[in-house]
C-alpha cells in the first residue's frame, strides 16, 4: 500500500440535475482526480417550517441525489470542497452536503495487483 503524502476523501451529496455544473468545476482543475458518482436517496434533518418532521410508514419520502467521491491530495481538498458547493449551490433547501475523511492508505490495483511472473514449463 502507498501513502505517498496525505490524502483525503471527498463526499458530496447533490442535487442530480447539478451533475453537469460540478464535472465542468471537477475538470477546470489542474490536478484533475478521478471520481464515482452513486444514485442515492435519504432524508435530510427533517425541520421546516413549524418544527420538526415526523414520519410514519405510509408516509415515507425520500430524496434523490448523487453521491460523488474523490480522494486527492490533502492540500488540494479544500479548493475541491469549494467548488463542488460552489458548482452545487441552487440557494434552496436540500443543495446537499460535502464533507471530507482521511485517507489512510491508497494505491491502484493496477499496480499493486501485479502477479509474479510463472516460469513456463
Known amino acids: 500500500m502507498s501513502i ?25 482543475l489542474a490536478d484533475f482526480p478521478g471520481f464515482t458518482f ?13 418544527g420538526s418532521y415526523i414520519s410514519t410508514d405510509a408516509d415515507l419520502t425520500y430524496h434523490q441525489y448523487l453521491e460523488l467521491r474523490l480522494v486527492c491530495r490533502s492540500d488540494l481538498a479544500e479548493d ?7 458548482a452545487a449551490w441552487t440557494g434552496r433547501k436540500g443543495d446537499g452536503v460535502v464533507y471530507t475523511t482521511p485517507v489512510h492508505s491508497f494505491s491502484r490495483v493496477r499496480e499493486i495487483g501485479k502477479r509474479p511472473e510463472q516460469p513456463h514449463d
Do not use: N, Y
Open 80 to 86: 475541491i470542497c469549494r467548488r463542488i458547493a460552489s
Open 38 to 50: 452513486d444514485e442515492v436517496r435519504g432524508q435530510g434533518r427533517g425541520r421546516g417550517q413549524g
Open 4 to 28: 505517498e503524502g496525505s490524502k483525503t476523501l471527498i463526499t458530496a451529496l447533490i442535487r442530480p440535475h447539478m451533475e453537469g455544473h460540478v464535472v465542468r468545476a471537477l475538470h477546470d
